[in-house]
């Protein structure tokens, strides 16, 4: 069965500080991989998603993901956080289109002004 | 677009009472979802529906849960009777088979369920 696995659960950062949320996923074909932030309060929001082609994908806000298929991996960047992404993040996997997401737990993020 | 579409937002209900969840998914989508979100299991699917049929109910809890899909606009979420541990998050997300083997789900802004 297919998991993801995200390794940090709350991650505290001050302003400007660099960014990188760790994903691992479980599944030996191919897969379609995504970040989904929710904020305090929120729904769930699409950062940015992975198909095919480049492994490097730029999503909304500045972030960007690496998807590293040797290490079944899709770790979220960015490279300056701001007091606005404090947020709880998630990476969701599925095998093939029309088919249900696997969640992480998530992890929390808290930026300090 | 108006985006999912979800109600109520909030839900407080006594045990045992029966609970209604609705759902709108995006226009011209073909597939919707009902996920739960608690602190315990995280984000899970409950079940899913293509062209209005369900596809893959195995998420569903038990027998308290059922889902239905009258029709492409509508879909609903129903406990009878509601216990403690239905409290939870019920997102509803819908998605649009395009592309072979691309596919995005959008989520609602979700109704949080409080059984006392």
């Known amino acids: 069965a297919q998991s993801v696995s995200q390794h940090n659960h709350h991650v505290i950062l001050s302003e400007a500080a660099s960014l990188e949320l760790g994903c691992n996923y479980s599944?030996?074909?191919?897969?379609?991989l995504f970040w989904y932030v929710q904020y305090p309060g929120q729904h769930l929001q699409l950062l940015l998603k992975?198909?095919?082609?480049?492994?490097l994908v730029k999503g909304i806000k500045g972030f960007e993901a690496e998807f590293i298929k040797s290490k079944f991996s899709f770790n979220l960047r960015k490279p300056s956080v701001q007091w606005s992404d404090t947020a709880e993040y998630f990476c969701?996997?599925?095998?093939?289109?029309?088919?249900?997401?696997?969640f992480g737990k998530g992890t929390t993020l808290s930026v300090s002004s | 677009d108006a985006g999912v579409i979800q109600s109520p937002r909030h839900e407080v209900t006594e045990m045992g009472q029966e609970v209604t969840l609705r759902c709108k998914p995006i226009s011209g989508h073909d597939y919707l979802f009902w996920y739960r979100q608690t602190m315990m299991r995280g984000l899970e699917l409950l079940i899913y529906?293509?062209?209005?049929?369900?596809?893959?109910d195995s998420g569903m809890p038990e027998d308290r849960f059922s889902a239905k899909m009258p029709n492409a606009s509508f879909s609903t979420l129903k406990i009878q009777p509601s216990e403690p541990r239905d409290s939870a998050v019920y997102f509803c997300?819908?998605?649009?088979?395009?592309?072979?083997?691309?596919?995005?789900?959008?989520f609602g802004p979700g109704t949080r369920l409080l059984v006392l």
């Open positions: 529906f293509n062209n209005n049929v369900p596809i893959d």
């Open positions: 599944y030996g074909g191919t897969v379609n």
């Open positions: 992975y198909f095919s082609g480049d492994p």
């Open positions: 969701a996997v599925n095998a093939q289109a029309g088919t249900a997401l696997i």
């Open positions: 997300a819908s998605s649009l088979a395009g592309k072979p083997n691309q596919e995005t789900q959008y």
